[in-house]
């Protein structure tokens, strides 16, 4: 087998407008029941890709979900010189040759987590073209915590027709520095990071993102030879070291899907257990569900066991960075308290777009009230199926449980939305007893 080293930049393309032309019908009302196992996180494995260019050495990353987003990454190392190769469900990078070619735009302004290449490219070569990624469906989404770090680290950044061009000040590495990020980014925490372990000397990253994907990325670097401590809390240190070598490594589990299989057993009253999961990873997602009445019970390291019932009371939510309630939670959750007694007040404080599921459930017979970032959800008897649109990642998911709770058929529209993050989910749902399927509508 040999690597791949053309880009297929236009197989995600072709694979969005299939799964435009195709709806998903779920009809609601199956009980679920047995074991679904959760695939590798995708926003880990997009970080770990982009840190894969840190060395020339080559590197193998297991438990990497199929999935369009990883694809869409795939595509960038290639484009940007490295040979990646997919067996299963490993990716074997080799990126001996990283060229000064810019990141593809198609592709950056279609998956905004290319853009973190910035940081292992300025860490490797002291130098890096990337267009801005722009906005998208959840926000406006701006970049300039993560230029804001890379200035600090030592890099000249001039931002021109759409494209990031960073280069090193002095000489081509980067100069470890102490940065106070006004928000704890997840990307900008990522981005800088992986700047900071080649540069010289140490770098300090205060109000750091604590996510579980940071951890993993930090620990995929130190396998590789990085000296980092502290990831996961909100100071992390760096220091920097010449060089990094090859490493095997393997991506922890998505706690986004686990947590979305976990409102799946919710809504429909039904027991399921979920596995390979790290129990510490969904700590107010498991709170929440116990405070509107969800049993959850851990069985072993690392299984969950979910026993849905009903009759649920109401509970209010707000998405914080880790370890708050994430905000790529929130609309699922939101599914699950539109059928929950009295009334929820839901507060998204992270995206300021991340909020269009409610019309979407609206149409289900939900009843949502909105202003500005903040959702009243009043608990309804019955959600009732109906066609609707999928706007963003985390929004189709929450149709999809919708759909699974309703009564009648939901038919939902846009699923290339879906299918950036959930790995085989219908066939994941039918195992369990859903009924779910995608046709084409005539
Ligand atoms: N922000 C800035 N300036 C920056 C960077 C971020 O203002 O330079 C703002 C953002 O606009 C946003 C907030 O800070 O309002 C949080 O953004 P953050 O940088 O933390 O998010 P991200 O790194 O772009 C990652 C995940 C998201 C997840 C968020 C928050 C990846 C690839 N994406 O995005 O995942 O919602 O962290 O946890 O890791 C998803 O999987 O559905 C998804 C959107």
Same mark, same amino acid.
């Given at each position: 087998?040999?690597?791949?080293?053309?880009?297929?930049?236009?197989?995600?393309?072709?694979?969005?407008?299939?799964?435009?032309?195709?709806?998903?019908?779920?009809?609601?009302?199956?009980?679920?029941?047995?074991?679904?196992?959760?695939?590798?996180?995708?926003?880990?494995?997009?970080?770990?890709?982009?840190?894969?260019?840190?060395?020339?050495?080559?590197?193998? !990353?297991? *438990?990497?979900?199929?999935?369009?987003? @990883?694809?869409?990454?795939?595509?960038?190392? %290639? #484009?940007? /010189? =490295? $040979?990646?190769?997919?067996?299963?469900?490993?990716?074997?990078?080799?990126?001996?040759?990283?060229?000064?070619?810019?990141?593809?735009?198609?592709?950056?302004?279609?998956?905004?987590?290319?853009?973190?290449?910035?940081?292992?490219?300025?860490?490797?070569?002291?130098?890096?073209?990337?267009?801005?990624?722009?906005?998208?469906?959840?926000?406006?989404?701006?970049?300039?915590?993560?230029?804001?770090?890379?200035?600090?680290?030592?890099?000249?950044?001039?931002?021109?027709?759409?494209?990031?061009?960073?280069?090193?000040?002095?000489?081509?590495?980067?100069?470890?520095?102490?940065?106070?990020?006004?928000?704890?980014?997840?990307?900008?925490?990522?981005?800088?990071?992986?700047?900071?372990?080649?540069?010289?000397?140490?770098?300090? !990253?205060? *109000?750091?993102?604590?996510?579980?994907? @940071?951890?993993?990325?930090?620990?995929?670097? %130190? #396998?590789? /030879? =990085? $000296?980092?401590?502290?990831?996961?809390?909100?100071?992390?240190?760096?220091?920097?070291?010449?060089?990094?070598?090859?490493?095997?490594?393997?991506?922890?589990?998505?706690?986004?899907?686990?947590?979305?299989?976990?409102?799946?057993?919710?809504?429909?009253?039904?027991?399921?257990?979920?596995?390979?999961?790290?129990?510490?990873?969904?700590?107010?997602?498991?709170?929440?569900?116990?405070?509107?009445?969800?049993?959850?019970?851990?069985?072993?390291?690392?299984?969950?066991?979910?026993?849905?019932?009903?009759?649920?009371?109401?509970?209010?939510?707000?998405?914080?960075?880790?370890?708050?309630?994430?905000?790529?939670?929130?609309?699922?959750?939101?599914?699950?308290?539109?059928?929950?007694?009295?009334?929820?007040?839901?507060?998204?404080?992270?995206?300021?777009?991340?909020?269009?599921?409610?019309?979407?459930?609206?149409?289900?017979?939900?009843?949502?009230?909105?202003?500005?970032?903040?959702?009243?959800?009043?608990?309804?008897?019955?959600?009732?199926?109906?066609?609707?649109?999928?706007?963003?990642?985390?929004?189709?998911?929450?149709?999809?449980?919708?759909?699974?709770?309703?009564?009648?058929?939901?038919?939902?529209?846009?699923?290339?939305?879906?299918?950036?993050?959930?790995?085989?989910?219908?066939?994941?749902?039918?195992?369990?007893?859903?009924?779910?399927?995608?046709?084409?509508?005539?």
């Amino acid at each position: 087998m040999t690597y791949q080293t053309s880009s297929p930049a236009t197989v995600p393309n072709a694979d969005e407008a299939h799964a435009d032309a195709e709806v998903l019908q779920v009809v609601g009302g199956a009980r679920l029941a047995g074991q679904v196992q959760i695939s590798g996180a995708k926003n880990s494995a997009l970080a770990l890709l982009a840190a894969s260019l840190l060395t020339g050495e080559g590197c193998e !990353i297991s *438990n990497v979900p199929h999935l369009v987003d @990883i694809e869409r990454m795939s595509a960038i190392l %290639i #484009a940007l /010189g =490295a $040979q990646v190769l997919r067996q299963g469900d490993k990716l074997k990078i080799r990126a001996e040759q990283i060229g000064y070619a810019s990141a593809p735009y198609e592709l950056v302004s279609k998956l905004r987590a290319s853009f973190f290449v910035i940081g292992s490219l300025m860490g490797r070569c002291g130098r890096a073209r990337v267009p801005l990624p722009g906005g998208c469906a959840i926000g406006a989404r701006p970049v300039d915590l993560h230029v804001r770090g890379l200035q600090a680290l030592g890099a000249e950044v001039h931002i021109e027709h759409g494209i990031v061009e960073a280069r090193c000040r002095c000489g081509d590495r980067l100069e470890g520095a102490r940065i106070y990020l006004d928000y704890p980014s997840v990307g900008a925490t990522e981005t800088i990071m992986m700047a900071a372990t080649l540069a010289r000397g140490q770098t300090i !990253i205060e *109000n750091a993102a604590q996510e579980p994907e @940071i951890v993993d990325l930090a620990n995929f670097c %130190i #396998a590789m /030879g =990085a $000296q980092i401590r502290g990831a996961g809390t909100k100071t992390i240190v760096i220091d920097g070291v010449s060089e990094l070598h090859q490493a095997s490594y393997a991506v922890i589990p998505d706690r986004i899907e686990a947590g979305t299989f976990m409102v799946a057993a919710a809504i429909t009253g039904s027991t399921i257990s979920i596995a390979p999961v790290i129990p510490e990873h969904l700590g107010a997602v498991i709170a929440k569900l116990q405070e509107v009445g969800v049993r959850v019970v851990q069985q072993g390291r690392d299984q969950l066991t979910i026993i849905g019932g009903h009759g649920y009371r109401s509970a209010d939510i707000e998405t914080l960075p880790f370890p708050g309630f994430p905000t790529d939670m929130q609309a699922q959750f939101m599914a699950l308290l539109t059928l929950c007694e009295g009334n929820s007040v839901i507060t998204e404080t992270v995206f300021e777009n991340r909020l269009q599921h409610v019309a979407e459930l609206n149409r289900m017979g939900a009843n949502i009230k909105l202003k500005g970032n903040v959702a009243v959800v009043s608990g309804v008897p019955v959600l009732s199926g109906a066609p609707v649109m999928a706007t963003d990642l985390r929004a189709s998911a929450a149709l999809v449980l919708a759909g699974l709770a309703a009564q009648g058929v939901t038919t939902i529209k846009g699923l290339h939305h879906l299918d950036r993050g959930y790995e085989n989910i219908d066939h994941k749902l039918r195992t369990l007893g859903a009924k779910l399927h995608r046709t084409i509508l005539e």
